[in-house]
């Protein structure tokens, strides 16, 4: 009778040891792989922030082109606007209407629009925790917020006024005549002026020159307000603006 001994043990011994090797060879080639990606998507998302900020410095640009733009017409307005408003303050018993319409001529509004589409893109596609400077995202948030207040400031503070309240007065307390002084296409080309427009004569008395100082002398009064808090935005957005771009242009040098 033969006896026949099986080296079960051992070899069941043997191949737990190579599972376990083969397991933390496993294990470690999946960390690698891991962290090698990390490393790439974050190499690749700092290519991708660079070309942000440079795309952002052209809204930058952009935005404060509008709103110097936007600071120097308003702030010309302020100055002939007040000096009207102060001209009311004499007193007289007449208004040449005519000459009031002249020299207000066409009534003008001018707001500024925020170009914000390269933080959109960074703020839809998750980049912005990328941005690992606290300094540069503290000014991008501050930038984001002083261009939106700005266009606030245009849209639901200034244009509302002038849409609902400043044109309506100025047209309600003009005659036919003086109405087309408020049509740049009239100002700005004299001659389409026939001779009735251009020599007429408007002379207000009494109560209807006071009529006319207190409703269009009070609605230049609200127009000047509204057109100084609105440049107050704008200056503090093109601040904004600039000490964003000066943070920027050295991150991309």
Same mark, same amino acid.
């Given at each position: 009778? &033969?006896?026949?001994?099986?080296? /079960?043990?051992?070899?069941?011994?043997?191949?737990?040891?190579?599972?376990?090797?083969?397991?933390?060879?496993? #294990?470690?080639?999946?960390?690698?792989?891991?962290?090698? &990606?990390?490393?790439?998507?974050?190499?690749? $998302?700092? $290519?991708?922030?660079?070309?942000?900020?440079?795309?952002?410095?052209? *809204?930058?640009?952009?935005?404060?082109?509008?709103?110097?733009?936007?600071?120097?017409?308003?702030?010309?307005?302020?100055?002939?606007?007040?000096?009207?408003?102060?001209?009311?303050?004499?007193?007289? !018993?007449?208004?040449?209407?005519?000459?009031?319409?002249?020299?207000?001529?066409?009534?003008?509004?001018?707001? #500024?629009?925020?170009? @914000?589409?390269?933080?959109?893109?960074?703020?839809?596609?998750?980049?912005?925790?990328?941005? !690992? !400077?606290?300094?540069?995202?503290?000014?991008?948030?501050?930038?984001?917020?002083?261009?939106?207040?700005?266009?606030?400031?245009?849209?639901?503070? $200034?244009?509302?006024?002038?849409?609902?309240?400043?044109?309506?007065?100025?047209? /309600? @307390?003009? *005659?036919?005549?003086?109405?087309? #002084?408020?049509?740049?296409?009239?100002? @700005?080309?004299?001659?389409?002026?026939?001779?009735?427009?251009?020599?007429?004569? !408007?002379?207000?008395?009494?109560?209807?020159? $006071?009529?006319?100082?207190?409703?269009?002398?009070?609605?230049?009064?609200?127009?000047?307000?509204?057109?100084?808090?609105?440049?107050?935005?704008?200056?503090?957005?093109?601040?904004?603006?600039?000490?964003?771009?000066?943070?920027?242009?050295?991150?991309?040098?």
């Amino acid at each position: 009778m &033969e006896v026949h001994h099986h080296p /079960k043990l051992n070899h069941e011994k043997k191949a737990w040891k190579e599972y376990l090797l083969e397991g933390l060879m496993i #294990f470690l080639a999946v960390t690698l792989g891991f962290f090698a &990606e990390q490393i790439r998507e974050r190499h690749v $998302e700092k $290519e991708r922030l660079h070309n942000y900020f440079a795309s952002m410095v052209l *809204d930058i640009q952009s935005n404060v082109t509008a709103l110097d733009s936007a600071i120097r017409e308003n702030s010309a307005m302020v100055t002939k606007y007040d000096g009207i408003v102060k001209s009311f303050l004499k007193s007289s !018993d007449t208004i040449n209407r005519t000459a009031f319409a002249r020299q207000m001529g066409a009534i003008w509004y001018r707001g #500024f629009i925020n170009r @914000n589409e390269t933080f959109e893109q960074m703020k839809s596609s998750g980049s912005l925790r990328y941005i !690992d !400077d606290f300094k540069l995202l503290t000014a991008l948030m501050q930038y984001v917020r002083a261009t939106n207040f700005a266009q606030y400031r245009t849209e639901n503070f $200034e244009l509302k006024y002038y849409t609902g309240l400043f044109v309506p007065t100025m047209y /309600k @307390n003009y *005659d036919l005549s003086c109405k087309f #002084f408020l049509d740049s296409a009239y100002t @700005n080309h004299p001659a389409l002026i026939n001779p009735i427009i251009s020599n007429h004569v !408007d002379i207000l008395k009494g109560k209807d020159a $006071e009529n006319f100082r207190q409703e269009v002398g009070g609605a230049l009064m609200l127009r000047l307000e509204r057109l100084r808090v609105a440049i107050a935005a704008y200056r503090i957005g093109k601040y904004n603006c600039n000490k964003l771009k000066q943070l920027l242009d050295e991150y991309l040098e």
